[in-house]
């Protein structure tokens, strides 16, 4: 009658909505004071007032028909030439309007990626700890998704691991830096040794290997540099969202980053239009396209996030946990305290603690904690960490 795989999707809930929706649940209970919902990377730093002031000029000043009307589906030609501009000025690339394809926020502009380069048979490689909704995303064009074991002494990629993975199936490399769950960035020398290593194996196999950089957390890094992946690997599709930067998860506005350089730019673009039309994008929202192109290359201001990553990090290392730094993102991934981390993150709600496990990201025996909270919420959790782990002394 129905779609079993879509059924399926559709009534198996994330874990992370899953708890998320518990935290609500046990605030009515309990008192929203008393709930230390880490579970949910919902941004709690306010949209910068420029956001606002951008929208209300655009809404009173604009013609009716060009807020609310539609777009060509690539999206408004000024706008992308704009954004264009702003890439070219942060990071020294020559881009034109012409390479930007602007989406409804970074989901989409991964899924239409994924469409567009997907073939039957094709194998997509990511690396964890990973964003879950790649597995679902790949699967859904046809292609399978393969993911390489996890380095946990520093989050980067383990390339012993990743070259026996590459087969000539392999269309493309799923990377996201700054990452989720673990709030590692891609080092340069990282980037640099993944495009050198695709580069011989595109050679090997005949077929350029693509790179898909998801990067909804670019501007959210504490003093660490994040290498622009066009600049090392020519075959890059960028997939960019203002969901984190600009705190604006519901307006669902982002853009895919097609470069000349890809090989065959005009299949590339061509099919990644395609892809948008049979997934029925037809334009990202023209309001939000108008604003985004007013507050281009504005900056954000990350340091509530910086000083939460601070906090809870030393906390949970006071505490005894053991944890990487993070350098970006707003998400912190220590070890749970016991090999079952379903179980670890079960007993952490008995003091209201909601913890995401980390066999979500393909890293069983970890947690994911959103930091993207009240500084005060933290600073109330720390001792009941302690307890926690106190558990288990």
């Not at 008192?31 to 730093?45: A, C, K, Q, R, T």
Request: net charge negative; hydrophobic share 40%; aromatic share 12%.
């Amino acid at each position: 009658m129905v779609s079993s795989k879509m059924y399926e999707l559709g009534t198996k809930k994330s874990t992370i909505r899953t708890i998320f929706e518990f935290g609500r649940k046990r605030a009515a209970e309990v008192g929203e004071e008393n709930i230390f919902d880490f579970s949910l990377g919902n941004p709690n730093v306010p949209t910068p007032e420029f956001v606002k002031e951008a929208a209300i000029e655009i809404l009173q000043n604009f013609e009716p028909s060009a807020v609310h009307g539609y777009t060509v589906a690539p999206g408004n030609p000024q706008v992308r030439e704009t954004l264009a501009q702003s890439i070219n000025e942060r990071f020294g690339t020559n881009f034109a309007g012409k390479n930007i394809f602007v989406t409804a926020g970074a989901a989409a502009a991964i899924t239409i990626s994924f469409k567009a380069l997907a073939e039957p048979g094709d194998e997509f490689i990511t690396f964890a700890p990973y964003f879950p909704e790649y597995k679902c995303f790949v699967e859904s064009v046809g292609a399978t998704l393969k993911v390489v074991d996890a380095q946990p002494e520093d989050w980067q990629i383990n390339f012993e691991n990743f070259i026996h993975l590459l087969t000539p199936k392999t269309k493309a490399v799923i990377i996201n830096s700054p990452n989720n769950p673990s709030g590692a960035v891609y080092s340069r020398e990282t980037i640099e040794k993944l495009a050198r290593i695709l580069k011989n194996k595109s050679g090997e196999y005949g077929h350029p290997i693509f790179i898909i950089s998801d990067e909804p957390y670019r501007e959210i890094a504490y003093d660490v540099e994040v290498p622009y992946v066009p600049k090392f690997y020519a075959n890059t599709l960028v997939c960019y969202s203002y969901s984190k930067s600009f705190s604006l998860p519901g307006e669902r506005i982002g853009y895919i980053v097609v470069p000349d350089e890809v090989a065959d730019f005009g299949k590339i673009f061509g099919a990644v239009a395609g892809a948008a039309r049979v997934l029925t994008h037809v334009n990202a929202p023209s309001l939000w396209q108008l604003v985004i192109a007013k507050c281009a290359g504005k900056p954000s201001d990350i340091s509530i996030y910086r000083k939460n990553a601070d906090l809870l990090y030393n906390g949970l290392k006071d505490a005894g946990f053991e944890c990487v730094k993070p350098q970006g993102a707003f998400y912190l991934f220590p070890k749970a305290l016991e090999p079952d981390d379903y179980a670890f993150c079960e007993r952490a709600k008995k003091y209201d603690l909601l913890l995401v496990p980390g066999a979500d990201f393909g890293c069983p025996g970890y947690f994911r904690a959103a930091y993207c909270i009240k500084t005060e919420t933290i600073e109330r959790s720390l001792p009941l960490f302690k307890k926690l782990a106190e558990e288990y002394k």
